[in-house]
């Protein structure tokens, strides 16, 4: 199998913060924690509310309430379970329980009380702590009730001295943490992890992560994920401070951007679906940011790399939480997972447990410190999953995930082999909502799948109905389902099929679902909104479900609605109405009405109309057009019709396409003389080595100009409706020209193509647009047919059409290859420098994005799944380059070219000799002539000076581009 490129991660080897010669081995949280209190005991160790707490005061606190525990005649290996909130009392009672010897449980304090009392038998935990809430309440397990915040200050004088026997004491490996593997359904697993394997673990990311005195880590995850131990602990055992959210809500969006800003965050550990609710602009550089959970994008890696240190963390909890990590991380980069923690061995495995050779495809198997125990009282489940192997014989886990190793040991995921799959993050069982469904009187069989649609990742329910029973409604299915299930957990799309499919093996075939529909069962809609404000809430409903009516009593969730449209839900709303508004307000009462009506009893919204969409020259409608559903299958794309593809993005998109997936393309090119076409369009790969003669047969080209009307009968027409995927990139650039004069090729061609898609295979759309559509300040004509069609594919995405616009900015050379776009402004600017021999000092930076990681962009967007969560996708500028390391660059090739003051280079511009050099860059004599204060304020540096350091990447893209340059010059 031919290796993958890794493009700038270096493989490197994890090292554990505790050198060989440590004459104390550290078996304990505390332990480890101690041996940081005798440091740094008056640096501080935790922050909420802006009050400090140093580390001697957290280790006196932890002490004093283990004391109070001994009182109570817990002994060591108790179980706990603390159900408190998020706050210093949680992260006391942690240590003061690991002080004791006692493994510990994390119940969210808001978890309802039945759930509560479900963990606490499944964890046979032995004593709860916990608020007023739970003291109120009886139960059949011993309660203690936790110090409050205020009373935990209180005792911050009875300061304990350090025991130097306490910290050196070695004791036997007991268990640390127990957790929940997956959603509270059916029987859930519990996983018991050991000290031991933690410490371990949590050492060497604090080595990886360069953790340090003076660090700040945010306690970000939700309490019932396993970051939520691993978050605190960073911070404890490497002489950081852990910042403690005072706001219960979710760190989403603006509160997140917020946070960070305010408490100067230096370390964070997120899922990217969360991380992709802030703007890059509002998150400072510098920050180290720590991806886990979930799968990510290049595009997310694009937004979020530069400047920024990123790894991509894997491991479930069964292995102490991360098993892998990667090197920091940049655009361009092969997304893995990374290399094995100090003392973590990962394996690749068949079917037959037998391992495999890098490259190979593979269960991964989990071995060495950090496995856990097993599943706690189950011990069908442990033995399902954890297995003795090996030379040495020790314990391994079986992840269920699948994988492979390239040659530096470097491991990469492909998904997982059984039914659990991910939705919005979370590990979901398909078997137990199928239990749960299957327990409805009038089903007869049910089967849940994960359907990814419009890109958006949905549960659905495949229903078998019992014959000559009326069918269930959606509201029915949905009640029955909720008194089972926690919400996240309840499909969200129900459909009835006239039989379940079976593979050879006579199992269930979850991919041929989709093609046994009878119909889809609707939600029963409700009275429209009753007033302005339930219409503006009603079109936020809208918006982010992506459905074509909302009643103001119907339930969101039923409408579709997933606990991360729930995030963008509240961000929108707090936008909009600049509102407090809290999710837990929302869930309660998920429906327009109720949304409302806590709108009304709340003050504080000022604005109820977001800014006026923006209007172009005329409306084009495509009213009377409907799509028929997309759904994503393993084998698409399998037909491409692209356009374009002559252009200097639409050739890589196209090589990218020949190279990436196995589908026939029909390339649109304007000339009638094919055979030269096909010459045009295949030039770059043939130029760059890489075309392969076997990609002949995949390409077919049709004669099309956009500028011409399209004839609904011709052969673009026939390649359209036969296609799974139209990627629209052909579009007339001409800056100086008019509206009237694009209208067509930019504008009506976008409006035939939508409606032609509408016919024959279903079929996703992607349109390549410019960041110049939504310049408000760009009136030329471009720009506005950029708007007028970015404005006819919405109507399409609003009326069922699949896909998404791409707003690419500044697109420069590419990032290997060394050619740029010849005609591309900032290019001519450059070469009309080089011939003058001369350049302006005043203009300080331009950025953009290499065409080849925007093609990847394209790709990835076009043909995954998930595709974005609205139709709009901006790419970011991943590139900085610097006109004076530019011209520097060009001079050492041997050009004369000199630095002058900006008056002395406009006048030579002005100079009539130079009628040869503007007849060649009429452009760039017109924008220097006429716009050269805007051009100065379009290429100014907004960073600070300090913040642009030599960097290796920046350094080699900018010698790239001055060869480009000057070789295209003379």
């Known amino acids: 199998m031919r290796e993958r490129n890794i493009y700038f991660q270096e493989a490197e080897k994890l090292e554990c913060l505790m050198s060989c010669n440590d004459k104390v081995v550290i078996k304990s949280i505390w332990q480890a924690f101690v041996k940081v209190v005798n440091r740094s005991p008056k640096n501080i160790a935790c922050l909420i509310s802006d009050v400090p707490l140093t580390y001697l005061q957290l280790y006196s606190l932890a002490r004093s309430c283990a004391n109070s525990l001994m009182l109570t005649n817990i002994e060591k290996d108790s179980r706990v379970g603390l159900v408190l909130q998020k706050d210093l009392p949680l992260l006391v009672y942690l240590l003061a329980c690991w002080k004791f010897g006692a493994s510990v449980l994390i119940i969210d304090e808001e978890t309802p009380l039945e759930q509560i009392k479900h963990k606490e038998q499944i964890a046979n935990l032995d004593i709860i702590i916990g608020s007023d809430i739970l003291a109120n309440n009886s139960f059949s397990f011993k309660f203690v009730k936790a110090l409050k915040r205020d009373e935990l200050h209180d005792m911050l004088d009875q300061q304990f001295q350090l025991s130097a026997d306490e910290e050196l004491n070695s004791e036997t490996d007991r268990l640390a943490s127990i957790m929940f593997t997956s959603g509270s359904t059916g029987t859930p697993k519990c996983v018991g992890l050991y000290h031991s394997g933690l410490v371990n673990i949590i050492l060497g990311l604090i080595h990886h992560y360069k953790l340090e005195i003076g660090s700040r880590i945010a306690w970000a995850a939700s309490l019932s994920f396993d970051t939520a131990i691993a978050e605190p602990l960073l911070a404890l055992l490497s002489g950081a401070t852990v910042v403690i959210p005072e706001n219960r809500e979710p760190l989403i969006g603006s509160l997140l951007e917020n946070f960070i800003l305010l408490n100067g965050i230096t370390h964070l550990v997120l899922t990217p679906t969360v991380l992709e609710t802030a703007d890059p602009k509002r998150i400072p550089t510098g920050i180290t940011i720590v991806l886990v959970g979930e799968p990510f994008s290049p595009t997310t890696l694009t937004r979020w790399a530069n400047d920024r240190i990123l790894y991509n963390a894997y491991g479930p909890s069964e292995a102490s939480i991360c098993a892998t990590v990667t090197s920091p991380l940049r655009a361009g980069d092969e997304i893995t997972v990374g290399w094995p923690l100090p003392g973590v061995e990962i394996e690749i495995v068949d079917e037959n447990l037998e391992p495999v050779p890098n490259y190979v495809v593979g269960e991964v198997v989990i071995g060495g410190v950090g496995v856990s125990c097993g599943y706690l009282n189950d011990p069908h489940a442990?033995?399902?999953?954890?297995?003795?192997?090996?030379?040495?014989?020790?314990?391994?886990?079986?992840?269920?995930?699948?994988?492979?190793?390239?040659?530096?040991?470097?491991?990469?995921?492909?998904?997982?082999?059984?039914?659990?799959?991910?939705?919005?993050?979370?590990?979901?069982?398909?078997?137990?909502?199928?239990?749960?469904?299957?327990?409805?009187?009038?089903?007869?069989?049910?089967?849940?799948?994960?359907?990814?649609?419009?890109?958006?990742?949905?549960?659905?329910?495949?229903?078998?109905?019992?014959?000559?029973?009326p069918h269930p409604t959606v509201a029915e299915l949905s009640e029955h389902a909720l008194k089972s299930l926690p919400r996240h957990l309840v499909p969200s799309k129900w459909y009835l099929v006239d039989s379940m499919p079976t593979n050879q093996n006579g199992k269930l075939d979850r991919r041929k679902l989709v093609t046994l529909v009878l119909e889809e069962l609707e939600y029963n809609k409700s009275k429209p909104a009753e007033d302005a404000l339930e219409e503006r809430i009603t079109?936020?409903?809208?918006?982010?479900?992506?459905?074509?009516?909302?009643?103001?009593?119907?339930?969101?969730?039923?409408?579709?609605?997933?606990?991360?449209?729930?995030?963008?839900?509240?961000?929108?709303?707090?936008?909009?109405?600049?509102?407090?508004?809290?999710?837990?307000?929302?869930?309660?009462?998920?429906?327009?009405?109720?949304?409302?009506?806590?709108?009304?009893?709340?003050?504080?919204?000022?604005?109820?109309?977001?800014?006026?969409?923006?209007?172009?020259?005329?409306?084009?409608?495509?009213?009377?057009?409907?799509?028929?559903?997309?759904?994503?299958?393993?084998?698409?794309?399998?037909?491409?019709?692209?356009?374009?593809?002559?252009?200097?993005?639409?050739?890589?998109?196209?090589?990218?396409?020949?190279?990436?997936?196995?589908?026939?393309?029909?390339?649109?090119?304007?000339?009638?003389?094919?055979?030269?076409?096909?010459?045009?369009?295949?030039?770059?790969?043939?130029?760059?080595?890489?075309?392969?003669?076997?990609?002949?047969?995949?390409?077919?080209?049709?004669?099309?100009?956009?500028?011409?009307?399209?004839?609904?009968?011709?052969?673009?027409?026939?390649?359209?409706?036969?296609?799974?995927?139209?990627?629209?990139?052909?579009?007339?650039?001409?800056?100086?020209?008019?509206?009237?004069?694009?209208?067509?090729?930019?504008?009506?061609?976008?409006?035939?193509?939508?409606?032609?898609?509408?016919?024959?295979?279903?079929?996703?759309?992607?349109?390549?647009?410019?960041?110049?559509?939504?310049?408000?300040?760009?009136?030329?004509?471009?720009?506005?047919?950029?708007?007028?069609?970015?404005?006819?594919?919405?109507?399409?995405?609003?009326?069922?059409?699949?896909?998404?616009?791409?707003?690419?900015?500044?697109?420069?050379?590419?990032?290997?290859?060394?050619?740029?776009?010849?005609?591309?402004?900032?290019?001519?600017?450059?070469?009309?420098?080089?011939?003058?021999?001369?350049?302006?000092?005043?203009?300080?930076?331009?950025?953009?994005?290499?065409?080849?990681?925007?093609?990847?962009?394209?790709?990835?967007?076009?043909?995954?799944?998930?595709?974005?969560?609205?139709?709009?996708?901006?790419?970011?500028?991943?590139?900085?380059?610097?006109?004076?390391?530019?011209?520097?660059?060009?001079?050492?090739?041997?050009?004369?070219?000199?630095?002058?003051?900006?008056?002395?280079?406009?006048?030579?511009?002005?100079?009539?000799?130079?009628?040869?050099?503007?007849?060649?860059?009429?452009?760039?004599?017109?924008?220097?002539?006429?716009?050269?204060?805007?051009?100065?304020?379009?290429?100014?540096?907004?960073?600070?000076?300090?913040?642009?350091?030599?960097?290796?990447?920046?350094?080699?893209?900018?010698?790239?581009?001055?060869?480009?340059?000057?070789?295209?010059?003379?």
């Open 382 to 469: 442990t033995a399902a999953s954890f297995i003795s192997s090996g030379a040495d014989g020790k314990r391994r886990y079986l992840t269920g995930d699948i994988g492979f190793k390239d040659h530096n040991g470097q491991l990469t995921l492909k998904g997982r082999k059984d039914d659990q799959v991910k939705i919005d993050g979370r590990r979901v069982d398909l078997s137990e909502i199928e239990r749960v469904l299957s327990l409805f009187s009038s089903i007869r069989q049910v089967a849940a799948a994960k359907l990814n649609n419009d890109g958006k990742t949905r549960l659905a329910a495949y229903i078998f109905p019992e014959p000559n029973q």
């Open 539 to 970: 079109a936020i409903f809208l918006e982010i479900l992506q459905v074509e009516q909302v009643g103001r009593s119907d339930d969101f969730f039923a409408l579709g609605g997933t606990s991360l449209d729930v995030i963008r839900f509240i961000e929108k709303l707090r936008t909009i109405f600049e509102t407090a508004f809290k999710s837990k307000d929302f869930i309660d009462m998920p429906t327009v009405a109720g949304v409302a009506e806590k709108l009304r009893s709340i003050s504080t919204f000022l604005k109820q109309t977001e800014a006026p969409l923006l209007e172009t020259e005329e409306k084009i409608s495509l009213s009377h057009i409907t799509y028929p559903p997309f759904i994503w299958n393993e084998y698409f794309p399998e037909k491409v019709f692209l356009t374009g593809g002559t252009g200097f993005l639409g050739s890589l998109i196209l090589e990218d396409l020949l190279a990436r997936t196995s589908a026939f393309i029909t390339c649109t090119v304007r000339s009638s003389d094919l055979e030269v076409q096909i010459k045009r369009l295949t030039s770059r790969m043939r130029k760059a080595g890489t075309w392969n003669p076997q990609w002949q047969k995949r390409i077919e080209v049709v004669p099309l100009d956009l500028a011409g009307p399209i004839s609904e009968t011709g052969e673009a027409a026939v390649a359209i409706v036969d296609a799974d995927l139209i990627i629209h990139c052909g579009a007339h650039i001409n800056s100086a020209y008019d509206y009237d004069s694009l209208r067509q090729s930019n504008v009506l061609s976008t409006f035939k193509l939508a409606e032609l898609a509408s016919f024959g295979v279903p079929k996703r759309f992607i349109y390549i647009s410019s960041r110049s559509a939504v310049e408000l300040a760009d009136t030329g004509g471009y720009a506005q047919s950029k708007r007028a069609a970015e404005k006819v594919m919405n109507d399409a995405f609003s009326r069922g059409l699949s896909g998404l616009i791409i707003r690419p900015g500044r697109i420069t050379g590419h990032s290997e290859r060394g050619y740029a776009n010849s005609n591309d402004f900032i290019v001519r600017y450059l070469k009309l420098c080089c011939l003058l021999g001369k350049y302006p000092k005043e203009l300080k930076a331009f950025y953009g994005v290499p065409v080849d990681i925007l093609s990847n962009s394209v790709i990835h967007a076009a043909t995954t799944p998930l595709v974005s969560d609205t139709s709009i996708l901006e790419p970011a500028d991943s590139e900085l380059y610097l006109f004076d390391e530019v011209f520097s660059m060009i001079s050492s090739l041997g050009v004369n070219i000199q630095a002058v003051e900006v008056d002395e280079w406009l006048h030579a511009i002005q100079d009539k000799n130079q009628s040869n050099l503007e007849k060649m860059f009429p452009d760039i004599f017109v924008a220097v002539r006429y716009h050269w204060e805007q051009m100065k304020h379009s290429y100014s540096l907004q960073e600070k000076k300090s913040h642009i350091v030599l960097d290796s990447k920046r350094i080699k893209y900018t010698s790239v581009l001055a060869s480009f340059i000057v070789k295209d010059s003379f």
